[in-house]
């Protein structure tokens, strides 16, 4: 019996707030957009400035090969890593006692 009236209580309010908006109406909009006339119009470019304090200027032209000017990475292989761990997992020293649940 609740749940029945408490349905209905729902629907008519449903009901009651779509009659009281007013969503279809018969004024069209009409959508108005902002111009700015001076945002594509040409204008002077503005002086150069430098952006990292000195004056100096510096190009070069061409290109070297990767070889020439990278520094050599030298890394550890996996296999070498784990047989580093696996020595230092042995010779960790061991607890004296053992606990056993029996």
């Given at each position: 019996m609740k749940t029945?009236?408490?349905t209905i209580c729902i629907l008519g309010a449903s009901s009651a707030f779509g009659?009281?908006?007013?969503?279809?109406?018969?004024?069209?909009?009409?959508y108005s957009f902002e111009s700015h006339p001076e945002h594509a119009?040409?204008?002077s470019l503005a002086p150069m400035q430098s952006l990292n304090g000195n004056e100096e200027l510096v190009y070069?032209?061409?290109?070297?090969?990767?070889?020439?000017?990278?520094?050599?990475?030298?890394?550890?292989p996996l296999g070498d890593s784990a047989r580093?761990?696996?020595q230092e997992h042995?010779?960790?020293k061991r607890a004296?006692?053992?606990?056993?649940?029996?």
């Open positions: 029945i009236l408490l009659q009281a908006t007013n969503v279809l109406s018969a004024t069209p909009q009409v119009s040409r204008q070069a032209q061409g290109e070297r090969p990767l070889w020439e000017v990278a520094t050599a990475v030298h890394e550890v580093a761990l696996r042995e010779t960790l004296a006692k053992r606990w056993q649940n029996q």
